[in-house]
């Protein structure tokens, strides 16, 4: 599917992602900033792979914290700009967030901050509808492809109108989602604007903050009666009992109602609901008896429900999380049907839930890649520093060691904090704190802990394990990157003379599928006190193949199955091994031919790729 291809009318299958991807386009976006965070990585990564042929500028942000920063400069200057991270990207990029909200960006600045409810690929599911309500941000909130596209768009235009940024806030099925979309006209992207100067708007000093402040709760409140005639915030259906509804709740909610058409609700849908359209919810509570709220995770709508109530003098019921409405995790078609039927008085229905019992599916803990140069490096970390050590980790591939037998993680915090926390636990224990952390991760954040660990003298082992790409989120490159690889102007930063420039002495490189230069340098660093940094250098196999086009000519077979490849299956824990009866194999097919079980086990030979 070609988005740059401007064919208005016409109707694709597409993405959630891509449908925001292409209403960017349509709104002729002409800078794109990003740092890609699962489940948003999709957009950045078309904008990436279209940006030969499309005129807008596009780049990965080292952080998001950068990514917002560049794009708030770009929409200061005129320029329709686009920013994408997950949600917790956004507590990376929080500060310039609070400030581009005060001072406005007149260019348009559109923030895709995609959650994550269920926690399907992060460390936490954050309700980012608080930001919007602590930076003062109006949010949309799509709930169909179609929606995906023409919310961007329109959230452009009223971006520049407002003169304010705005939220498309997105969630994990929303991102991943797959519906019909009908294309709109397609014009040139504008790379260039103007900044009209102002200094009593644009330098945040205190009395600038104070007005700006004061400036932005006044813009919110004119914005207020917009969005209570907004024609994404819709009523439908007929009934004495109302539900008010938004986000992806909203396609569930749909789902239901044509599952059980005998179900009578009035329904409030709001896909634009901030700042909050309190004269459309106060109309529709009191078009009703009772109301019920549906949302993932926060009681945000629900509070604001209430809000609306008690300002008013309703006394409108209403009803919000409960056992079928929980404060965590995904809703689903199902979870909705119940609460429904329970808020209407109705049994619950049995349902035929059309997916295998979670307990007939074979079990399939998260398992680094055959072949992953980070088992490798872990099997040896764990063999000289063992149970005693505590190990720090980071947010990357890496984390799927922490499972046994490889157990390389005891605690996370997120992007970066490996270094730093790992820092803190080495003055609170005894142990040696051995931390991990990825290339692209190490220039997120990972740089400023390691300057402070040199800084303020700390105790620790780094090791930095660097497969060089962002291998997680889908092998997008980073400044430890060859860019010409990606037909850019190299722009390569080494990662060892960046630790040596942060005052590290003890600095070590070595390929990390190589099982001996790994115990000799590991070795070495164990007892010495201070900061200690081992390099360990690989591409991850899966970019190695389809980016640097490097294939393996070998792979390993067990010539004899006996203690050692038995042993050897149990530490290294590559996926390619597996149990024939009693005796060890090695898939041909999974094999990615690292070579470090025949490091491990003299019972393991190479053998040539057929
Ligand atoms: S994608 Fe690459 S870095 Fe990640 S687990 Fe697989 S091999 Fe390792
Ligand atoms: S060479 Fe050994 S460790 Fe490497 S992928 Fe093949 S079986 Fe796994």
Redesign the pocket.
């Known amino acids: 599917m070609n988005l740059l291809d401007p064919k208005s009318g016409a109707r694709e299958l597409l993405l959630g992602n891509e449908a925001i991807v292409r209403g960017a386009l349509e709104a002729g976006v002409g800078f794109i900033s990003c740092y890609p965070g699962t489940p948003s990585s999709e957009v950045p990564d078309t904008f990436f792979r279209l940006s030969d042929r499309g005129d807008y500028y596009f780049e990965y942000s080292i952080n998001e914290k950068v990514a917002m920063e560049v794009a708030g400069g770009a929409a200061l200057g005129g320029v329709p700009t686009l920013v994408t991270m997950k949600h917790v990207g956004v507590n990376v990029a929080a500060d310039p967030l609070m400030t581009l909200a005060y001072i406005g960006t007149p260019g348009g600045l559109v923030i895709l901050c995609a959650d994550d409810p269920g926690c399907h690929s992060s460390q936490n599911e954050q309700d980012n509808r608080y930001y919007v309500r602590l930076a003062g941000l109006p949010c949309f909130e799509p709930a169909t492809a179609q929606e995906c596209k023409d919310m961007t768009r329109e959230a452009f235009e009223l971006s520049v109108r407002w003169q304010q940024p705005i939220m498309l806030r997105t969630t994990t099925r929303i991102n991943h989602m797959r519906g019909p979309v009908t294309f709109g006209e397609l014009p040139p992207a504008k790379i260039s604007g103007e900044f009209v100067k102002n200094p009593q708007r644009f330098v945040s000093v205190p009395a600038v903050g104070r007005a700006r402040h004061k400036a932005l709760l006044t813009n919110l409140e004119k914005i207020r009666p917009e969005i209570n005639s907004s024609p994404w915030n819709r009523v439908y259906g007929q009934g004495n009992d109302g539900v008010i509804v938004s986000g992806v709740s909203r396609a569930y909610l749909s789902d239901v109602l044509k599952l059980y058409p005998d179900l009578k609700v009035k329904v409030l849908e709001l896909g634009l609901g901030y700042p909050f359209p309190q004269d459309l919810v106060a109309d529709f509570v009191q078009s009703v008896d009772r109301v019920l709220v549906l949302e993932e995770l926060e009681p945000i709508l629900e509070n604001e429900v209430r809000l609306v109530c008690q300002k008013r003098g309703l006394s409108t019921h209403v009803q919000g999380k409960d056992q079928d409405l929980p404060l965590f995790d995904e809703y689903s078609t199902s979870g909705v049907t119940a609460a429904l039927h329970r808020f209407l008085g109705r049994d619950v229905p049995d349902q035929q839930i059309c997916s295998i019992e979670q307990e007939k599916l074979p079990a399939r803990p998260p398992n680094l890649c055959?072949?992953?140069s980070h088992?490798?490096v872990y099997v040896r970390v764990r063999k000289i520093f063992g149970d005693d050590a505590v190990y720090s980790s980071d947010i990357g591939c890496y984390t799927l060691g922490m499972l046994p037998p490889l157990k390389a993680a005891d605690f996370l915090l997120c992007m970066g904090s490996s270094v730093s926390s790992g820092c803190g636990m080495s003055r609170a224990v005894k142990n040696p704190v051995v931390a991990f952390i990825g290339d692209s991760t190490f220039f997120h954040s990972g740089i400023t802990g390691l300057a402070n660990a040199v800084y303020n003298q700390h105790d620790l082992l780094l090791v930095i394990l660097d497969n060089r790409t962002t291998a997680m989120t889908g092998h997008q490159p980073h400044p430890g990157v060859d860019q010409s690889l990606y037909n850019k102007k190299p722009g390569h930063l080494d990662i060892e003379p960046l630790v040596k420039a942060c005052g590290v002495e003890q600095v070590k490189k070595v390929k990390a599928?190589n099982q001996k230069a790994l115990d000799q340098a590991l070795n070495e660093m164990k007892d010495a006190p201070g900061v200690r940094v081992l390099i360990a250098e690989e591409p991850c196999?899966l970019y190695a193949r389809r980016v640097l086009g490097q294939k393996r000519t070998?792979?390993?077979k067990v010539a004899v199955s006996d203690e050692s490849s038995l042993e050897?299956l149990h530490t290294?824990a590559?996926?390619?091994?597996y149990l024939e009866g009693e005796e060890v194999r090695?898939?041909p097919v999974?094999?990615?031919?690292?070579?470090?079980?025949?490091q491990?086990s003299s019972s393991?030979k190479?053998e040539s790729r057929s």
């Open positions: 055959a072949g992953c088992r490798s599928l196999p070998q792979k390993a050897c290294l590559c996926p390619a091994f090695i898939s999974h094999c990615a031919g690292c070579m470090v079980c025949v491990l393991i190479p």
